[in-house]
């Protein structure tokens, strides 16, 4: 089978290396790829949301499945533009249509779908510019932390979490009047604080059954001790342990299963990953937010993980029979620790030769912001590496995950050093 993973970070290097180890795959194809990616598979310079030229790339390379993997052409409705077209429309697409998407594309949507359907989540009301005054007032009514969400696609940076009622006041007439965030804070969700640990599951589905993957935690601030500014994702650790059995159990009942069947109720045909951003209330589950992909860096070990052919989980999701399937997963932990360009999520340099990044005796180095020029490896990111190890517990992968570290140079490289110090006694 021949297959074609859109994207270019971590997240699409590690699809690429599961995928690569499947006996079904003929060739695989990464657009636009990395580094790391080029290693594996084809690269094909073109960008996702160019739907014409993924066309011209499907046939041209004789795709028989498309695996998507960031949420912008999904929200962009890549999926209903091959089902569109007489030649794309049997080739399957792993990723929900626009309407799923829109779990992730519109935090008001996600809202109102966990509402109606049971799920629990965090108390909510939206607002827009003409209803600044009731959304003040309703800040009014809450307590500090206030909690104020872009409704749409901000690239992991709308939303704001403040402890002072002014102040909060103050961003949300900032976000609504002008458009703080662009088109995507036109309208803003005020929720609940939600007080506890949050963690992610993942679940694989083909719109009537589910797989439940491994869970994950991953580490966004920038700075140690989980401060300063949020990034795409610093670090991640699988499995969490406080993610028992038990905790897990009630997480298929309150929050998966009621997810599956709202989308079935609703008429949303969803074959793709959901990730669930949860927080654990004192043992209770809670939905942050839905995301219509994998997370990334939770991939990098969520998938190395996973021991089965992850291609014909895939095909259980495009024949409808993933309740067929079964999975195994190694049952020991592994961390990923994100190498950064100095200065990220601010503005950082590009261009600088990366070496080291071929010792992998006790890691699998994952490449995300990398492109390869005259044979070098060169930053393209602000994330640029996610490095990968197993261990029998999480200081035995992580110190793996910087030893390997440590043979990597670039210049400004950055990284934090303690990924998992909350896990850890
Ligand atoms: P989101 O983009 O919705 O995942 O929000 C980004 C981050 O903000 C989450 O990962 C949480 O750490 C935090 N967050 C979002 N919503 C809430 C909430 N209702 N209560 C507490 N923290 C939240
Ligand atoms: N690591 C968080 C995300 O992928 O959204």
Do not use: C, W
């Given at each position: 089978?021949?297959i074609l993973i859109l994207?270019?970070?971590?997240?699409?290097?590690?699809f690429?290396?599961?995928l690569?180890?499947?006996?079904?795959?003929?060739?695989?194809?990464?657009?636009?790829?990395?580094?790391?990616?080029?290693?594996?598979?084809?690269?094909?310079?073109?960008?996702?949301?160019?739907?014409?030229?993924?066309?011209?790339?499907?046939?041209?390379?004789?795709?028989?499945m498309v695996v998507v993997g960031?949420?912008?052409?999904l929200?962009?409705?890549?999926h209903?533009?091959?089902?569109?077209?007489?030649?794309?429309?049997?080739?399957p697409v792993i990723g929900p249509?626009?309407?799923?998407?829109?779990?992730?594309?519109?935090?008001?949507?996600?809202?109102?779908?966990?509402?109606?359907?049971?799920?629990?989540?965090?108390?909510?009301?939206?607002?827009?510019?003409?209803?600044?005054?009731?959304?003040?007032?309703?800040?009014?009514?809450?307590?500090?932390?206030?909690?104020?969400?872009?409704?749409?696609?901000?690239?992991?940076?709308?939303?704001?979490?403040?402890?002072?009622?002014?102040?909060?006041?103050?961003?949300?007439?900032?976000?609504?009047?002008?458009?703080?965030?662009?088109?995507?804070?036109?309208?803003?969700?005020?929720?609940?604080?939600?007080?506890?640990?949050?963690?992610?599951?993942?679940?694989l589905?083909d719109?009537?059954?589910?797989?439940?993957?491994?869970?994950?935690?991953?580490?966004?601030?920038?700075?140690?001790?989980?401060?300063?500014?949020?990034?795409?994702?610093?670090?991640?650790?699988?499995?969490?342990?406080?993610?028992?059995?038990?905790?897990?159990?009630?997480?298929?009942?309150?929050?998966?299963?009621?997810?599956?069947?709202?989308?079935?109720?609703?008429?949303?045909?969803?074959r793709g990953f959901?990730?669930?951003?949860?927080?654990?209330?004192?043992?209770?589950?809670?939905?942050?937010?839905?995301?219509?992909r994998m997370?990334?860096?939770?991939?990098?070990?969520?998938?190395?993980?996973?021991?089965?052919?992850l291609l014909?989980l895939f095909q259980g999701v495009a024949?409808?029979?993933?309740?067929?399937?079964?999975?195994?997963?190694?049952?020991?932990?592994?961390?990923?620790?994100?190498?950064?360009?100095?200065?990220?999520?601010?503005?950082?340099?590009?261009?600088?030769?990366?070496?080291?990044?071929?010792?992998?005796?006790?890691?699998?180095?994952?490449?995300?912001?990398?492109?390869?020029?005259?044979?070098?490896?060169?930053?393209?990111?602000?994330?640029?590496?996610?490095?990968?190890?197993?261990?029998?517990?999480?200081?035995?992968?992580?110190?793996?995950?910087?030893?390997?570290?440590?043979?990597?140079?670039?210049?400004?490289?950055?990284?934090?050093?303690?990924?998992?110090?909350?896990?850890?006694?």
């Open positions: 089978m021949n994207g270019s970070g971590g997240r699409e290097h590690a690429a290396k599961k690569s180890e499947s006996k079904k795959l003929s060739k695989l194809y990464v657009a636009p790829g990395n580094a790391g990616t080029a290693k594996i598979a084809n690269n094909i310079d073109i960008d996702p949301l160019d739907f014409k030229a993924v066309k011209k790339a499907t046939l041209e390379h004789k795709i028989e960031p949420e912008a052409p929200v962009a409705g890549v209903d533009y091959f089902l569109a077209d007489e030649e794309l429309k049997n080739i249509k626009k309407d799923g998407a829109e779990l992730e594309g519109s935090k008001e949507f996600s809202k109102k779908f966990m509402f109606k359907h049971g799920v629990p989540t965090a108390k909510y009301e939206s607002f827009t510019k003409n209803t600044v005054a009731e959304g003040q007032a309703f800040l009014e009514t809450l307590k500090p932390p206030f909690v104020l969400k872009a409704d749409g696609l901000a690239a992991g940076k709308g939303v704001l979490i403040i402890e002072d009622l002014e102040e909060a006041k103050a961003e949300l007439a900032d976000m609504l009047t002008n458009e703080k965030f662009g088109a995507a804070s036109s309208k803003v969700v005020i929720e609940e604080y939600l007080d506890g640990i949050e963690l992610s599951v993942f679940v589905t719109g009537k059954g589910y797989k439940i993957l491994p869970s994950a935690k991953d580490y966004k601030r920038i700075g140690e001790g989980d401060t300063g500014l949020n990034t795409g994702g610093m670090g991640a650790i699988s499995p969490v342990p406080f993610a028992d059995e038990e905790f897990i159990k009630k997480v298929e009942e309150r929050v998966v299963k009621p997810t599956v069947d709202g989308l079935q109720k609703d008429g949303i045909d969803y959901i990730f669930i951003g949860l927080m654990n209330i004192d043992g209770d589950p809670f939905v942050i937010e839905y995301n219509v997370g990334d860096p939770e991939t990098e070990v969520v998938l190395p993980r996973i021991t089965s052919d014909d024949t409808q029979t993933i309740e067929e399937k079964s999975y195994l997963v190694d049952a020991r932990t592994a961390t990923t620790v994100v190498v950064v360009s100095g200065g990220y999520p601010e503005a950082y340099e590009k261009g600088k030769e990366i070496t080291g990044t071929e010792n992998e005796q006790n890691s699998i180095v994952y490449h995300a912001g990398t492109v390869l020029k005259d044979n070098k490896v060169l930053t393209s990111g602000g994330r640029v590496l996610a490095v990968t190890s197993f261990g029998e517990n999480i200081p035995d992968a992580l110190k793996k995950s910087y030893n390997t570290i440590s043979q990597i140079s670039f210049d400004k490289m950055n990284y934090r050093k303690d990924i998992g110090f909350d896990l850890v006694d």
